[in-house]
Every structure is written in C-alpha cells, then in structure tokens.
T-cell receptor, first 110, second 116 residues
Framework: AQSVTQLDSQVPVFEEAPVELRCNYS??????LFWYVQYPNQGLQLLLKYLSGSTLVKGINGFEAEFNKSQTSFHLRKPSVHISDTAEYFC????????FGTGTRLQVFP | DTGVSQNPRHKITKRGQNVTFRCDPI?????LYWYRQTLGQGPEFLTY????????KSRLLSDRFSAERPKGSFSTLEIQRTEQGDSAMYLCASSPPPGTGSYEQYFGPGTRLTVT
C-alpha cells in the first residue's frame, strides 16, 4: 500500500535550535511527496514539494527537505526554529488524492 | 483569487439529523476533493471530482454520505442520519487541471461538525 509514516508524534524544541521531522514513505512507481503545515485554528498550507529533479527542496519559512530514495525518506529540516513555527506538520504522498501521515506536532519553547 | 471557502465553519447537530456542507473552490480549478480529519489524526481522503464527475470514493464514505458537484463549480457533502462518530473536521481542497505540473491542493478552512 502507498503510505507515509511519520516517526515522531511530538517534537519539543527550544527557539533557535535546529529541528528535523522524520518521514518515511512506501515505495511507489511515482513519488510525489509534500509537507503540509497546519497552524492552530488555520487551514492546511503547503510547505514544500518534491516531484522530481534535485533531491533537496526548499520551501517557505526557511524549511527544506531531502528526498532519499535509498532510505525511502523525506525528512523536513529547519536550521533555526521560531516560536511561530509551532504547528502540526504532515508528510503527504500525492497519488491524485493526498495520503497524509499521522502528523508531527512541533512545539517551540522560548 | 479568494481561495477555497467552506460553509458553515461550524455545525452542531443532534444524532440522526441530516447535515449539508458546501465548498467553493478556486475558480479556475477543475478538481475538488473532500477529506475528513478527526482529532489527533491526519486528514483522510473521502472523494474527489474532476469537473462534475465524481472519479473516486473512499471506503470511508458510507451510504449515509453523498457528495455532488452538479455544475462543476461548488460542491456539497451531505451526511444523512448523523452519528457521533461523524464528528470531525471536513476539509475541502481544489487543484488545477492535471498536466499543469502543480500537483498542489489548496485547502479551505474546514467545517467542524459536532454530533451530540
């Protein structure tokens, strides 16, 4: 089955520290992977996407992710987080419809 | 471009009642999707339309659920004889036509349903 697995349900981190949110995907013929963010009481917003080409993709708000075919991973990273990055982050596999991971709650503390 | 809109934003209903939600997609998007999100979970796909044609329905969409997009613009999702297990956030998303290379789905704010 085509799916994504988010390995951490919660990630607490202090402001200005680096963060990595982990995601593994099951192999598929076509791999379109996204990260969406859901801020408290707001709608889902696309952070970044991998369709093809360069395995390092940059998104909004200083986030980036690296597509690793051999490890079937698509981890999300940010070198220095802000309080405003506190949100729920979803790793998503696009197969026409979107298949969401269970989410990782990033909590940034001052 | 006003984005995807959904109405109502909140709905409280008693078990057994019928409810209907509306989604207005971004105007030039011909694909429209419905998802359901329960507390602490990621959204789950329910169904999607390309123009007025309903192309796929999830097994999650029981016989009590029906979705329509009669003119290929707005869509409605109706739940008949609501159950407490239907309590969730119902999300609508739209996307540009295939072949544009976007693959992004744009989400509305959702309709939060509470069944008492």
């Amino acid at each position: 089955a085509q799916s994504v697995t988010q390995l951490d349900s919660q990630v607490p981190v202090f402001e200005e520290a680096p963060v990595e949110l982990r995601c593994n995907y099951s192999s598929s013929v076509s791999v379109y992977l996204f990260w969406y963010v859901q801020y408290p009481n707001q709608g889902l917003q696309l952070l970044l996407k991998y369709l093809s080409g360069s395995t390092l993709v940059k998104g909004i708000n200083g986030f980036e992710a690296e597509f690793n075919k051999s490890q079937t991973s698509f981890h999300l990273r940010k070198p220095s987080v802000h309080i405003s990055d506190t949100a729920e982050y979803f790793c998503v596999h696009n197969t026409d419809k979107l298949i969401f991971g269970t989410g990782t709650r990033l909590q940034v503390f001052p | 471009d006003t984005g995807v809109s959904q109405n109502p934003r909140h709905k409280i209903t008693k078990r057994g009642q019928n409810v209907t939600f509306r989604c207005d997609p971004i105007s030039e998007h011909n694909r429209l999707y419905w998802y359901r999100q329960t507390l602490g979970q990621g959204p789950e796909f329910l169904t999607y339309f390309q123009n007025e044609a309903q192309l796929e329905k999830s097994r999650l969409l029981s016989d009590r659920f029906s979705a329509e997009r009669p003119k290929g613009s707005f869509s409605t999702l109706e739940i008949q004889r609501t159950e407490q297990g239907d309590s969730a956030m119902y999300l609508c998303a739209s996307s540009p036509p295939p072949g544009t290379g976007s693959y992004e789905q744009y989400f509305g704010p959702g309709t939060r349903l509470t069944v008492t």
